[in-house]
């Protein structure tokens, strides 16, 4: 029966195994007496109890990483172009410190959750979980992988590898080198999602982009205008402008074409979410955008991709000259590489984002559609992967497609 065996042994704890093990002796399922146990039996056993053990640990592990993801969310908005992490110290399955990176140019989430342990003592027996591999490099703060090993931490749990080059695999080498314990790879997928745009700035020297709009539910994101006097169509609700403006938030640069510049005369700003305004981005290849325009008010740096030469002597604006006679693209995202801007929101209209969606530059689509109808208008640009995630949120549907590589 060897079925009954497998629940039986299943059912029990890891001392109790221990126990029967060894004595090289297993309790009958049908008797109290103990039969001697046969080395068939007994790999089973033992490869049982290290599946279970493995389960066991594996769900600790994940448990303790899900918080470190948890609390590096609270730095979104905050730590670009650093990447949020979260860390906590866990001595006998508890919490004893935790911390995340809160700002750029502020202190690492190690440091933070390591000072947070009021007795310093406890790290020599504590294991430290952190979703980004602790950094080994002189940034704007002191090297984590080193105040790890000073405060004689004997085990590390990592999510996943920093791709950052002064890192990449430079901090968990430094740890090992140093008799630390290292386990990589706890919940990878989930905490390199956690900063997409991070990671791949590191790879691919771009910016991630997420290409943004509304629309109507045939698939209009205006009425036809030629004038700033005619108001814009209003899509959204004050429920979901608070959505869009947290994706401003959370993104370190917004671009918008000469035309929604002109018509609407955007700000551009966050207001309804936390967090600081990106970096406003301009098309206007003949300079013709008016100065009174909120772009040009100042209270945020702002970057106009221009045809002419034009300086602004109070520093405000940067216009930055492009070459309109090839796709102008890949020359917006090498600037905003060369500024370390690592992520990008393109906010409309339809002609530029089409130019995106065609260059094939883009990351991410966000679309909220409204139940209203426009029977004519500014076509909205056409998508050409499927949706990944749809969910109805303030009498809209939000529809989010991720663009495959596969698809250039
Ligand atoms: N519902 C929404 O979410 C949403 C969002 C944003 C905008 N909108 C609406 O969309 C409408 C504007 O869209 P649109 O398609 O007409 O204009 P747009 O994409 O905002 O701007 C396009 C203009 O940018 C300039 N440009 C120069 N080089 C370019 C290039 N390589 N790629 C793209 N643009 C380049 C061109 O003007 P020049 O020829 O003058 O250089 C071009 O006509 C407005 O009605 C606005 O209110 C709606």
Known sequence: MPGTFHRQVSNFSPYTFQLFFEGERFLSPYGKRFV????SIRIKAVSLFRLKYKKEMIQIEEKFMSRCIELARHGAGHTAPNP???????????????GYHRRCGEAHAEVNAISSVRDERLLRESTLYVSLEPCS??????PCAELIIRKGIP????????????VAGRGIRMLREAGIEVVTGVMEHEARALNEAFMLFQTEKRPFVTLKWAESADGFIDA?????????IQFSTPETQVRVHKLRAESAAILVGTRTALLDNPSLSVRHWSGKSPVRLVIDRELKLP????????????LVYTSRLKKDPSG????????FKVSIVQQILQSLYERKLNS????GGATLLQQFLASGYWDRAVIERSPMCLFEGVKAPAIPSGVVHSERFGGHDYLVYTHSRKDN
């Open 155 to 166: 085990r590390v749990v990592v999510g996943c590898l920093d791709p950052f080059p002064e």
């Open 137 to 142: 490099h002189y940034g704007k703060t002191p």
């Open 84 to 98: 949020m992490v979260g860390a906590v110290v866990v001595l006998g399955n508890k919490i004893i410190g935790e």
């Open 344 to 347: 990008l929101l393109v906010e």
């Open 291 to 302: 100065e009174h325009y909120h772009l040009f008010d100042g209270t945020v740096p702002t």
């Open 224 to 232: 036809f205008r030629s004038s700033p006097d005619v108001a814009p």
């Open 316 to 323: 405000k604006v940067e216009y930055v000259q492009l070459d």
């Open 36 to 39: 001697p146990m046969g080395r």
